[in-house]
């Protein structure tokens, strides 16, 4: 089949040819249905008939598209046109690395190279090793942004293997030894071609070469790779130690993970943006005209002061600083005022998100969510008028963050949960309403800086994470503050100082406790602000200095403020609480703040005809209920409505609420209970407090008589196979078990980041998929629990909760959402809606297991917007 430009093909219209290449040719196109450029990639026409071609063009796209992240060449679709399979990609908008080769500037180098790492480590992640990795292969967009491309060479994990005739496979200069050898090859080959392109973008060289290819080869195979200090002296000695690790010829002498070759090159970039001032020392060498000092010839007056007089002043102004000191830092100007008047905003909303305060203190933004649970961003005057719906781009998920007002009040910024891609994008829309711009994808907390000249945000995760900014256009990002990474269930946030110099952001530490740290932009430096050992939401820098954070450090969650400087901390908010989410304005005369409950009430329902009651009428945070075999009784789990109090337990009442009793106990956090199919024990998932979420275990008890609860295997959730077997899962590093109740593992349910849940007497199983991009629920024929080699898989659902089975194991049930009930029948797949509605129904809900009653939670946020005036004298 001939391209030509012009030519429409499906709904793409070709633009230009961009390149050609071994696996390839691509052009640039409009995508007509919607308006948007893409990259469209054709197998070259010489190739096109062969079947091994064809089969490792679909392998790219497989491969690439199971691995959704900033620094990755997103793939939206694959396509046929004519007999010819294409591939549409993201069209980036940029030059190869190939291209800017090599990079003068130090950290823009390492900061190229710590994405590209970040993209290696997730696609490894995911089972897949890139075998090309090559500066031709790997873009910087118009955004300074690195974007990894062309997974055609990707492997993944028990496919095809795909070789070419009397050729091997990659780009010799960048071959692993064990690639040339003909061996296997997985993530540490990778490893390998990354520390040629790191040697290439630092010096401009390679680190191995050859005139021909057999001299290449000898090269790669025996010789040392040189030096970067060869060609870049003034580079740190650390940065060549780490490229000469990535390249050992052994596998087992490189870095074992990207992930780890990426943590030393941030601590390189981080040592280098350190200010180190020497101390001056004058050395004469041979040679050398010694530098005579003039002596001071107004007999020793400087200015026109004696230097006994002037040593009298020095004196003074000593005890005068001194005293300004003690004055100001250690007693402090800044005190609350006794007499500030805090006032509840009127509003329509219940379910309300993190706020922000205007500059001039006038006018506040909010998300929140509608009758029908959307989440959008509201603005409204402080004083007088109705919130305005600025945004129609609603989300379903009420923990998509807060907005943030620019400081001339033209525009906010916000952040809105992307379905699609499961993480959330920032977006820009002006406050007075219109057209919306996502200008940073894949971040959290975007909060402008007070010139209003940048946007700041987290990259990353909960897990993983560092301090960027953009211009407000999206443009120019740049590293702020590097490694605030909290480890897993940690807390992030952060806020500029008033100046621009500083951040404040909360640092979670092993005990799963924050605690305020600020970085110097400029050096680096960083200082430990506060030492309470406890639970930190949220932080803001007040123009005065102090900064404010919500705490439960005095048992409630209040606001409490500390001095930019250190020192102690003085409560600002002393009521039940939870107070959190505050903004100040530039004056710093108003002070807002959000109260914020988890609330949940426990109802039950018959599936067939409308029956439905409330079970519970304590507002408390209610979740993950199960029936017990003969209906009879309902197991829960419950916890405080304060966000930052961790602890909850399990719980069990009569199928009509009544005689409700705690059957767990402690300082820990028990989650997911499900009743045995004999009715004999319950399994849930718990964890202490102080730990990260990926720590939880799973333990049984007897409801007759709980005692000492009996350990089975380490995971999150769990669910039964039969009234001796359990499925224990991890979700947070996709492992997982089948477990007897003696504790003992019979078969692992992981594989490459797919789950299998045993069902129908082993002849289907249904099957997770975990790859950003591909989550679902997918049901396949097996045998013997084991899927059948060959056999396709159905897609039933996309969604990221524990599959709501019902116990025969015939039904797949879901929440479509306004209180409608849907199931999936097993194995054929029919979809069908259940007839009656469930008010407040979530996805925290099971069947019976006769098939006749639900039970669920209709958990939702209650809160409140509060204003202070005069907080400060």
Same mark, same amino acid.
């Given at each position: 089949m001939s391209?030509?430009?012009?030519?429409?093909? !499906?709904? *793409?219209?070709? #633009?230009? /040819?961009l390149g050609e290449g071994g696996m390839g040719v691509v052009y640039k196109a409009h995508d007509v249905k919607l308006d948007r450029l893409v990259a469209l990639k054709f197998l070259p026409q010489h190739i096109a008939v062969s079947k091994e071609e064809r089969d490792r063009f679909l392998q790219e796209a497989r491969a690439a598209s199971a691995v959704v992240h900033p620094n990755i060449c997103v793939i939206y679709d694959m396509a046929e046109y004519e007999n010819q399979q294409f591939i549409v990609m993201e069209y980036v908008e940029g030059r190869t690395l190939r291209q800017i080769i090599p990079i003068s500037k130090?950290?823009?180098a390492i900061g190229y190279a710590i994405q590209i790492g970040e993209a290696l480590h997730e696609a490894h992640n995911h089972g897949i090793v890139h075998r090309d990795v090559k500066p031709e292969n790997i873009m910087v967009n118009s955004k300074n942004q690195i974007k990894v491309m062309d997974f055609g060479l990707a492997k993944l994990k028990g496919s095809l293997k795909l070789t070419r005739t009397s050729s091997t496979v990659g780009t010799l200069a960048y071959m692993a030894p064990e690639q040339i050898q003909g061996g296997e090859i997985d993530a540490r080959g990778d490893i390998f071609s990354f520390g040629i392109v790191l040697f290439e973008m630092l010096t401009g060289q390679l680190p191995f070469r050859g005139e021909h290819e057999a001299a290449m080869m000898y090269s790669i195979m025996n010789e040392e790779p040189e030096s970067v200090l060869k060609y870049r002296p003034d580079l740190s000695p650390e940065l060549d130690r780490i490229d000469h690790r990535a390249?050992?010829?052994?596998?087992?002498?490189?870095?074992? $993970?990207? @992930?780890?070759?990426?943590?030393? #090159?941030? /601590?390189?970039?981080?040592?280098?943006?350190?200010?180190?001032?020497?101390?001056?020392?004058?050395?004469?060498t041979p040679g050398t005209k010694k530098i005579e000092i003039p002596r001071d010839k107004t007999g020793g007056k400087i200015f026109g002061m004696s230097k006994i007089a002037l040593s009298a002043l020095g004196v003074v102004l000593l005890l005068i600083i001194t005293g300004l000191y003690f004055t100001v830092f250690r007693n402090g100007t800044v005190k609350l005022n006794p007499d500030m008047k805090f006032k509840t905003l009127q509003i329509s909303f219940s379910q309300i998100s993190y706020p922000a305060l205007s500059a001039d203190g006038n006018w506040l933004a909010f998300q929140a969510a509608d009758a029908d649970g959307k989440w959008d961003v509201y603005y409204m005057n402080v004083t007088v008028g109705e919130p305005r719906r600025i945004t129609f781009d609603s989300s379903s998920n009420p923990y998509s963050g807060g907005v943030d007002i620019s400081p001339d009040g033209g525009l906010i910024v916000y952040d809105r949960y992307n379905t699609k891609m499961g993480h959330n994008d920032a977006y820009l829309v002006p406050s007075i309403g219109g057209r919306t711009k996502r200008i940073v994808e894949n971040c959290l907390s975007a909060r402008w800086c007070r010139d209003g000249r940048r946007i700041g945000y987290i990259s990353g995760s909960l897990e993983k994470s560092d301090i960027w900014s953009v211009k407000p256009d999206g443009s120019n990002p740049r590293l702020e503050v590097l490694d605030t990474s909290t480890g897993s269930g940690g807390r992030i946030d952060f806020d500029w100082s008033?100046?621009? /110099?500083?951040?404040?952001?909360?640092?979670?530490?092993?005990? &799963? *406790?924050?605690? #305020? %740290?600020? %970085?110097?932009?400029?050096?680096?430096?960083?200082?430990?602000?506060?030492?309470?050992?406890? &639970?930190?939401?949220?932080?803001?820098? +007040?123009?005065? =200095?102090?900064?404010?954070?919500? $705490? &439960?450090?005095?048992g409630n969650t209040n606001l409490w403020m500390v001095q +930019? !400087?250190?020192?102690? !901390?003085?409560?600002?908010t002393k009521g039940g609480g939870p107070d959190v989410g505050m903004s100040i304005s530039a004056d710093g005369k108003r002070l807002l703040y959000l109260q914020q409950q988890e609330v949940g009430y426990l109802w039950r329902g018959a599936i067939a005809g409308r029956s439905i009651r409330q079970l519970t009428s304590d507002e408390r945070n209610i979740g993950w209920p199960s029936f017990s075999p003969d209906r009879e009784q309902i197991v829960f789990g419950m916890s405080d409505n304060d966000p930052l109090k961790s602890t909850s337990h399990i719980y069990i009442c009569d199928r009509d609420g009544n005689n409700r009793h705690q059957v767990t106990s402690g300082d820990e956090r028990a989650r997911w209970p499900t009743w045995s199919p004999d009715g004999k024990w319950i399994a849930y998932s718990s964890r202490k407090s102080e730990q990260p979420s990926d720590s939880a275990v799973v333990y049984i008890l007897n409801p007759?008589?709980?005692?000492?609860?009996?350990?089975?295997?380490?995971?999150?959730?769990?669910?039964?196979?039969?009234?001796?077997?359990?499925?224990?899962?991890?979700?947070?590093?996709?492992?997982?078990?089948?477990?007897?109740?003696?504790?003992k593992s019979t078969s692992l349910a992981y594989k490459d980041s797919i789950n299998l849940w045993p069902i129908l007497n082993g002849k289907n199983v249904l099957l997770t998929d975990w790859h950003l991009g591909k989550e679902g629920w997918y049901?396949? @024929? +097996?045998?013997?629990?084991?899927?059948?080699?060959? @056999?396709?898989?159905?897609? #039933?659902?996309?969604?990221?909760?524990?599959? =709501?089975? $019902?116990?025969? /194991?015939?039904?797949?049930?879901? !929440?479509?959402?306004?209180?409608?009930?849907?199931?999936? $029948?097993?194995?054929?797949?029919?979809?069908?809606?259940?007839?009656?509605?469930?008010?407040?129904?979530?996805? +925290?809900?099971?069947i019976s297991y006769d098939g006749k009653e639900i039970v669920y939670n209709d958990g939702r946020l209650n809160a409140k917007l509060v204003l202070i005036e005069n907080v400060f004298k």
């Open positions: 391209v030509e430009v012009g030519q429409t093909i !499906s709904h *793409y219209q070709i #633009l230009e /040819k130090f950290q823009e390249l050992e010829k052994d596998p087992e002498d490189r870095y074992q $993970s990207t @992930a780890d070759m990426v943590s030393e #090159l941030r /601590k390189v970039l981080k040592q280098s943006t350190k200010v180190v001032r020497p101390l001056a020392v004058r050395t004469e008033p100046d621009g /110099k500083s951040i404040v952001w909360l640092k979670t530490f092993p005990g &799963n *406790y924050q605690e #305020l %740290t600020m %970085t110097e932009l400029q050096t680096g430096k960083e200082k430990q602000l506060t030492h309470d050992q406890k &639970n930190i939401d949220e932080v803001c820098w +007040a123009p005065n =200095n102090q900064i404010i954070f919500s $705490s &439960n450090k005095s +930019a !400087s250190g020192g102690e !901390s003085i409560q600002i007759e008589e709980p005692g000492l609860p009996r350990l089975l295997g380490k995971g999150i959730y769990s669910k039964w196979i039969d009234s001796t077997t359990l499925l224990i899962a991890n979700p947070f590093n996709h492992t997982g078990s089948i477990v007897t109740l003696n504790g049901i396949v @024929a +097996a045998e013997n629990n084991q899927v059948l080699e060959g @056999a396709k898989a159905k897609k #039933l659902f996309t969604i990221g909760y524990p599959p =709501n089975l $019902s116990p025969d /194991k015939k039904f797949f049930y879901y !929440s479509e959402g306004n209180g409608i009930l849907r199931r999936i $029948s097993l194995p054929d797949g029919k979809d069908e809606r259940i007839l009656d509605t469930f008010p407040g129904l979530s996805m +925290a809900f099971s």
